[in-house]
């Protein structure tokens, strides 16, 4: 099993950035994708970005140029920066993982590939 817990959220305002983070413990040997998922009230949850082994990444176009990815193996963590906040960026933000050799070719075929997931952090957006 892999426990990810997610941090970083809270209220701030547009224009911004923020840096979420996602710690991974447990059996992380085995977990080679990590993504980023965020869901609305009222919206289904939607890929927002992936990053494998090698650091490859993908976004989905909605985020691309203002989030980024990234992760730091030793401390078995995954973060996504987000700059430039816009109210539409707010929803409840999901970390997630799972085994995969790599991200798949767009964030729409993500959500049914990962086997583990947080509980969940929420970033509410101003004006």
């Known amino acids: 099993q892999v426990k990810l817990v997610e941090s970083g959220g809270g209220s701030m305002q547009a224009g911004g950035s923020r840096r979420l983070s996602c710690a991974a413990s447990g059996d992380t040997y085995s977990t080679i994708v990590m993504a980023w998922f965020r869901q609305a009230p009222g919206k289904e949850r939607e890929g927002v970005a992936c990053?494998?082994?090698?650091?490859?990444?993908i976004y989905a176009d909605s985020v691309m140029g203002r989030f980024t990815i990234s992760k730091d193996n030793a401390q078995n963590t995954v973060y996504l920066q987000i700059n430039n906040l816009k109210p539409e960026d707010t929803a409840m933000y999901y970390c997630?993982?799972?085994?995969?050799?790599?991200?798949?070719?767009?964030?729409?075929?993500?959500?049914?590939?990962?086997?583990?997931w947080g509980k969940g952090t929420l970033v509410t957006i101003s004006s």
């Open positions: 990053i494998d082994s090698d650091d490859r990444t």
């Open positions: 997630a993982a799972a085994p995969l050799w790599s991200c798949p070719l767009g964030v729409a075929q993500l959500e049914d590939g990962m086997d583990f």
